[in-house]
């Protein structure tokens, strides 16, 4: 219910919103694009069935569809990071690519809210992999890292500890990406 409301506000303000977290059927993501979500972002359902992501894109769209790969050592996690899944981000950055996803969302679960900053080899390398937009997580703290990404040719960053924690502004990181 809080996500529904959060869309119907944001729908009213012109804002452009994406929502991750438990899309596990068909079902689930009609519903929250229906309510105004711009984007949907599916991980464990996508690595348990990927066929998954090829039918979410021929019904909404491939530019409404982002798959997550949260990846710790290389190795992409599943179940809220408690699984490895035997397989690489570009790899799997790869697969859904072929399967029509429209975008990546790549976590670095090694340095994710460490504040101790980005490490850009595993993000060159699943860039590397595909040519659709892919948005980097994970170690973000300071401008300089947003900058860093930006100019390895990521579409976006997504800010966590860094902004919560007043390390980044958000006026500071808009005009960055300006």
Do not use: C
Request: proline fraction near 3%.
């Amino acid at each position: 219910r809080i996500v529904y409301d959060i869309l119907r506000l944001a729908g009213q303000k012109g804002v452009k919103t994406q929502v991750g977290g438990g899309i596990r059927t068909l079902e689930d993501a009609k519903a929250l694009l229906q309510r105004g979500a711009d984007r949907i972002i599916v991980a464990t359902a996508a690595l348990r069935n990927p066929d998954f992501i090829r039918i979410l894109v021929e019904r909404f769209a491939p530019e409404r569809v982002m798959v997550a790969l949260d990846a710790r050592s290389g190795e992409v996690q599943v179940e809220g990071w408690t699984r490895g899944s035997g397989r690489s981000p570009p790899e799997l950055a790869q697969l859904f690519e072929s399967l029509g996803a429209g975008w990546i969302l790549f976590t670095n679960i090694d340095v994710e809210g460490l504040m101790q900053g980005i490490v850009l080899d595993p993000i060159v390398e699943i860039l590397s992999a595909v040519n659709i937009p892919v948005l980097v997580a994970g170690g973000i703290t300071t401008l300089e890292d947003i900058d860093l990404v930006k100019h390895s040719g990521a579409s976006g960053v997504i800010l966590g500890s860094a902004l919560y924690r007043g390390k980044i502004s958000l006026v500071e990181a808009l005009k960055m990406v300006e």
